[in-house]
């Protein structure tokens, strides 16, 4: 489409998950080498089905959109950190317990020319165990004389080997089809329960005090257990009475149980982040106010706006904040976060427990602002306004237009306006920034798409 074009939208992946809230998680998992990333390109149907195996690197965006058949389901690809050989054991192992915790089915890739490894084999007990539907793929089966060498899996406990060549396409077709007869429908680790407790992510760097907020949250309250009849809690998330009302933490297991390496400890902390978005409605991402406001930070921030979800920024270890400190602080924030003005801020302590009680307002203000609707009138008697004090500028001897806008749906809100031209990225920056300072959307993105009828 064209004459489509989202505003709000960062990402420059066209397969970087958006929204999806319910769609089946499938993680792929395997040692260094074994193909992973190849065989996440041609389920994708990339044209580059060879794949850069750069070691050390890491890669923010680790969740793709993935469809067969016309069944959608997301693809987590745990295998972006290749470490040395000495880090390889809990390197998989890591991806291992992510992708249990994490995904509706595991694709758990083993090179048929090299054959199980020790590696490969605590794997398969740790996912065992688990219970999670397992496909255990043979890969770099490139013709039928190597297949022998796959049947050798068998071996392994997991049941039948899927051979497959990620290279050259072979086989993947079939086990697609497997595959899907086995995915749930809706996802149970990504599921959305209307009318369920609200579900909260805290996510920010390491050190930034991620657990000791959780500790705060969950020891001083109430832990509620199966409060709600029939509703089945992912035992990675911990239900929470506060300020009169349960809230969901999800993926806290991500913060309690931390995977401790001493490389790819960003990597597996932005895979968290990621699986942890699915999940969650809201975020508060958490700043740590004794240092400065890194990359990290930021990229953090942004992956949430670009996850779509509401955002309330916390600044944390505030009982450590002298007035120094805290004049650099604010012009920090003025320069780098100023692309999240928007976003309700706390200061808090998580050890002394400083304004705690102020988290639940700001979450509260920042899903209010997610779930907003605006209705069709009034979103027109708004643009027609907005058109009359400020045209847009004429461009190549043509003013473009504003026909009529609606809203498309909301967690976030998202507009959608027909035009006679393409608007200036200025003009719908415009739009945006008066559609803020009437509505407020105070924690929440909001995205602006733009459609041009002839
Ligand atoms: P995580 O990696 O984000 O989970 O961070 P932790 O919760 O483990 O905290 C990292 C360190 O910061 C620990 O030594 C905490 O005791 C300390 N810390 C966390 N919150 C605060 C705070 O509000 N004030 C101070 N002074 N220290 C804190």
């Known amino acids: 489409d064209e004459d489509f074009d989202v505003l709000s939208t960062v990402t420059d992946d066209p397969n970087a998950i958006q929204y999806l809230p319910a769609v089946p998680v499938i993680a792929i998992v395997g040692r260094p080498n074994v193909g992973k990333s190849a065989l996440v390109n041609r389920i994708l149907g990339r044209r580059e089905a060879v794949v850069e195996d750069t070691p050390g690197v890491t890669r923010d965006r680790v969740a793709y959109k993935g469809d067969w058949n016309e069944r959608k389901f997301s693809l987590v690809d745990t295998g972006g950190w290749e470490p040395d050989a000495k880090g390889i054991d809990a390197s998989v192992a890591a991806q291992a317990e992510i992708a249990i915790d994490l995904s509706d089915l595991v694709m758990f890739v083993v090179d048929a020319n090299v054959g199980p490894t020790s590696t490969d084999e605590a794997v398969v007990r740790m996912l065992r165990k688990s219970g999670k539907p397992v496909f255990l793929i ?195 924030i003025e320069q780098d976060l100023a692309h999240v003005s928007w976003a309700p801020r706390v200061n808090i302590s998580a050890l002394t427990g400083r304004h705690m009680e102020k988290l639940v307002p700001a979450l509260e203000l920042a899903l209010e602002s997610w779930d907003t609707r605006i209705a069709t009138g009034k979103f027109n008697a708004f643009l027609a306004e907005l058109a009359a004090a400020h045209p847009h500028p004429v461009r190549g001897g043509k003013q473009p237009r504003i026909l009529f806008g609606t809203q498309a749906s909301s967690r976030p809100p998202t507009f959608v306006v027909f035009t006679t031209g393409f608007l200036d990225p200025g003009y719908r920056r415009y739009i945006q920034r008066r559609l803020r300072e009437l509505y407020g959307f105070e924690g929440s993105p909001i995205n602006l798409s733009m459609r041009v009828r002839e």
Request: glycine residues 8%; without cysteine; negative net charge.
């Open 138 to 332: 043979a890969n770099k089966v490139d013709d039928v004389r190597q297949e022998p060498e796959a049947a050798s899996l068998w071996s392994l406990g997991l049941g039948q080997p899927w051979p497959v060549s990620a290279l050259h396409g072979r086989g993947v077709a079939d086990l697609l089809d497997e595959i899907l007869k086995v995915l749930p429908e809706i996802s149970a680790v990504a599921k959305q329960e209307i009318g369920g407790p609200r579900r909260v992510a805290i996510l920010g760097r390491p050190n930034v005090g991620k657990s000791s907020l959780l500790n705060k949250v969950v020891g001083e309250e109430r832990v509620v257990v199966n409060s709600l009849a029939g509703t089945t809690r992912d035992p990675v998330d911990e239900q929470v009475e506060l300020g009169g009302k349960v809230w969901r933490f999800v993926d806290t297991a991500g913060i309690r149980r931390r995977v401790h390496l001493a490389q790819g400890a960003d990597f597996y902390a932005s895979l968290r982040t990621s699986a942890a978005l699915e999940k969650a409605e809201v975020a508060v991402v958490l700043l740590d106010v004794t240092e400065v406001i890194s990359e990290q930070d930021i990229r953090v921030i942004d992956l949430v706006i670009e996850s779509g979800r509401a955002l309330v920024l916390a600044f944390n270890k505030w009982d450590q904040i002298d007035d120094d400190r805290r004049r650099y602080l604010e012009r920090e």
